[in-house]
Nanobody, 114 residues
């Protein structure tokens, strides 16, 4: 089993920045990717970004390209999501996941005010 714990959410004004963290514990040697999804009120959960541990490859949703950056710290089993130029439409609960959804965190709320 792998446990994921997110942190770093909060309230920020439009145009501001936040950095989310997701720390993995447990059988972390079995994780090959980690990433982020988000779910806004009344909407489906959607993909945001993912990080491939083996070579550092990253993937992003079109809606966040150029504004969000995902990175990983192998020694800490942690991935980060740096979110810049935040928009009100980025408001959501952000969920960390590993291995394409085999494991999920509890989520951290991000609210962007206009």
């Amino acid at each position: 089993q792998v446990q994921l714990v997110e942190s770093g959410g909060g309230l920020v004004q439009a145009g501001g920045s936040l950095r989310l963290s997701c720390a993995a514990s447990g059988r972390t040697f079995s994780t090959y990717n980690m990433g982020w999804f988000r779910q806004a009120p009344g909407k489906e959960r959607e993909f945001v970004a993912t990080f491939i541990w083996s070579d550092g490859t990253t993937y992003y949703a079109e809606s966040v390209k150029g504004r969000f950056t995902i990175s990983g710290a192998n020694a800490k089993n942690t991935v980060y999501l740096q979110m810049n130029s935040l928009k009100p439409e980025d408001t959501a609960v952000y969920y960390c996941n590993a291995n394409n959804g085999d494991y999920w965190g509890q989520g951290t709320r991000v609210t962007v005010s206009s």
